[in-house]
């Protein structure tokens, strides 16, 4: 039964607002149609919702999809649903709504415009690639990776005239969904690259030089978490003697971050990350991405090789999926799980540091205030000063599904507790997602964003941070850290670099609140919360501290020492616990006999040093011989990482694994 009154009978406004909903949903012919109505109802009758975004209402977060339809409407009006202008059209409101999170609607406007142009592969792309930014279960975020690589593996044959905002919508949100994306990022590449053959153009031409000259790419130069990571390593660098440093900066707008940036010398192009631009990156000798996947258009240049040797920062923590062209992805011992095996999280090689690779700008006097008071947010919450605060002022794409039991658990044994999350109003539909996901619990808040003084005045009322998983925060868990404000996080259940986990190896902290599952996680969190004792000795070794991680010039030398091995050809070994070398003069048969078994074993100990290493298997090698595989048993970090060295300078010298298997025989007759 239809309730209310028929479209016909509608005043003009409500004709109007009808249009605009019908065009969300990409019905064009009804929108058309219902605006037409409203004209002839009232000719100055203007579209309702447009114009409470106009007015400065926030519109639940669709204001500028509502303003986008207002313009649109009256082009396909006047242009008689031209069938160009409702493709472009589509295109438009597909951005915009997935941008604002409605991603069904923005799926159906794709859908649409196929129709109009069944052969653009430019759809097929953006089709693919489309994921939700906040996922309403579990059984969602499986779903969606399942239909993500389906669509994916279909992106054959195609071909791309042109790379643009549709074709290239971005992989931002993927890493979101927690899973090891090494594969699948690799075939989304080598898809764009089959279809547009001159993304993957060599374009390298260096000299020598009296100095290295390293260039430093990307779109965040300015008061931004890439920045406040990057910035003080790229002036480090450029204050030394042996360096040239080139910024080249795609960002929008800039502020005096880029002039302390610049201060010690570092030359600066501003240019846009296009595939034409490539041209201006001439004679550099490394060149380092500050991130790769924030925005799509920075990848035209990093599918290419600009520079002999081609790194990536972490400053977006996934991998590229681009081996060929990226060379190196710089992360550290802090931030990785001992001993294992990156391969299937990182297409790149990893670079471990033994720093956290950053200079991390104190906050206090630069952009928060050096005292701060918190209580007007626990006034404003009605709590005491004892009740316990959990703060989470993470974006809202970082709640996975898998955190929520963490959030409702800390809240249900204690009616005064409460847990804090912030969230961006412009993205309204994400927090709905989330605010249904946790049952509309009312011990969960959600405040809108806090900037400057207000965040740090968050942060001080706050008992604990609680990082979440799989995505943990990063430059959040350094604000809290600049306040003496703990985080618990668990790293063993993230799926990215464990920023918050090497924060606290980094400062040396006993006993830190870095956990290995759930139950351990809402455990320590309850006890931190309740015993302020132990708390404030905790916040006090990280106050004592935490020079250790602010202002860290170990970490400006060590991205040099890296940087000048780099250039000359001599990489860093891979730390990985899993490797190969090679033995000659000894067939696949004879290998294989326990006897022999036991040499191999006996003298891959020796190069090793004395750490347990495994042979996991011996096979025919190409050229004669026999090829052995092996993996580091030992937990010791650091005594893995020298033996990751010895067995790959053995690798690369087998001759010297050859004597090791004769000393080893000659011991066992």
Not at 262 to 275: C, F, I, Q, V
Not at 349 to 361: E, H, K
Not at 544 to 554: K, P, S, T, V
């Amino acid at each position: 039964m239809r309730h209310g009154p028929a479209p016909h009978q509608l005043p003009a406004s409500a004709l109007q607002a009808l249009a605009t909903l019908y065009l969300i949903d990409g019905d064009v012919a009804e929108a058309v149609a219902a605006r037409r109505r409203a004209k002839e109802l009232d000719p100055q009758a203007l579209p309702p919702l447009a114009v409470l975004f106009r007015d400065g209402h926030d519109c639940g977060g669709l204001g500028d999809v509502y303003w986008s339809c207002a313009f649109l409407l009256k082009k396909l009006d006047e242009t008689d649903m031209d069938k160009e202008v409702a493709f472009e059209g589509h295109l438009q409101l597909s951005t915009i709504l997935e941008d604002s999170g409605a991603l069904v609607e923005a799926s159906e406007h794709v859908s649409k415009a196929s129709l109009l142009k069944p052969d653009d592969a430019r759809l097929q792309f953006r089709r693919a690639l489309l994921v939700p930014a906040v996922s309403s279960s579990q059984e969602a975020v499986n779903a969606t990776r399942r239909a993500l690589e389906t669509r994916v593996s279909e992106l054959q044959d195609l071909s791309l005239d042109v790379l643009d905002g549709v074709s290239m919508p971005g992989t931002f949100y993927i890493v979101y969904l927690g899973f090891e994306d090494a594969s699948l990022m690799t075939q989304i590449q080598r898809a764009y690259q089959r279809a547009h053959p001159p993304l993957t153009k060599q374009l390298v031409a260096t000299t020598q030089k009296e100095r290295l000259r390293v260039g430093f790419a990307g779109a965040y130069w300015k008061r931004h978490s890439v920045c406040k990571l990057l910035c003080g390593i790229v002036r480090g660098l450029a204050s030394l003697d042996d360096f040239e440093v080139v910024l080249f900066d795609a960002t929008e707008e800039s502020d005096d971050w880029l002039a302390w940036t610049l201060g010690t010398g570092a030359s600066h192009k501003p240019l846009d990350m296009t595939l034409s631009s490539r041209q201006q990156v001439k004679d550099v000798d490394i060149l380092v991405y500050a991130e790769l996947g924030m925005r799509a258009r920075a990848l035209t240049w990093a599918h290419a090789r600009l520079a002999p040797v081609q790194v990536l920062f972490w400053g977006h923590p996934h991998t590229a999926g681009l081996p060929d062209n990226i060379d190196y992805f710089v992360s550290s011992d802090g931030f990785e799980p001992p001993n294992d095996d990156l391969a299937k999280r990182y297409a790149e090689q990893v670079v471990r540091f033994a720093t956290p690779g950053i200079y991390f700008r104190r906050p206090q006097n630069l952009y928060a205030p050096v005292h701060v008071d918190g209580s007007s947010f626990r006034r404003q919450l009605n709590m005491t000063d004892t009740d316990a605060l959990y703060l989470c002022p993470q974006s809202l794409p970082k709640f996975h599904p898998s955190f929520d039991e963490v959030l409702l658990r800390l809240v249900a044994e204690d009616e005064r507790a409460r847990v804090v999350v912030t969230y961006d109003p412009k993205k309204a539909l994400w927090l709905h997602v989330l605010q249904k996901r946790l049952n509309h619990h009312p011990q969960i808040v959600f405040l809108p964003l806090a900037l400057g003084d207000k965040f740090f005045g968050l942060l001080r009322a706050s008992t604990l941070l609680l990082d979440p998983f799989p995505f943990g925060g990063g430059v959040t868990t350094l604000e809290a850290f600049s306040v003496c404000r703990l985080a618990v996080t668990a790293p063993s259940l993230q799926s990215v670099v464990a920023l918050a986990a090497g924060f606290y190896r980094r400062l040396n902290i006993a006993d830190a609140p870095v956990v290995d599952g759930v139950d351990a996680y809402v455990t320590r969190a309850r006890d931190l919360a309740a015993d302020a004792g132990r708390r404030g000795a905790l916040e006090a070794a990280v106050c004592r501290a935490d020079g250790n991680l602010f202002n860290d010039d170990e970490s400006v030398a060590e991205w040099a020492a890296f940087l000048r091995r780099a250039s000359s050809g001599a990489a860093p070994a891979p730390f990985s616990n899993t490797g190969s070398t090679r033995v000659s003069g000894i067939s696949l048969a004879a290998a294989s006999t326990p006897g022999a078994q036991a040499v191999l074993q006996d003298a891959i100990w020796r190069v090793a040093g004395g750490t347990d290493v495994e042979i996991l298997s011996v096979t025919a090698a190409a050229r004669g011989g026999i090829d052995v595989s092996y993996r580091i048993t030992s937990p010791d970090l650091a005594a893995s990482r020298d033996v990751a060295e010895r067995l790959a300078d053995v690798a690369a010298n087998p001759a010297l694994f050859d004597r090791a298997v004769a000393e080893a025989a000659r011991a066992a007759s």
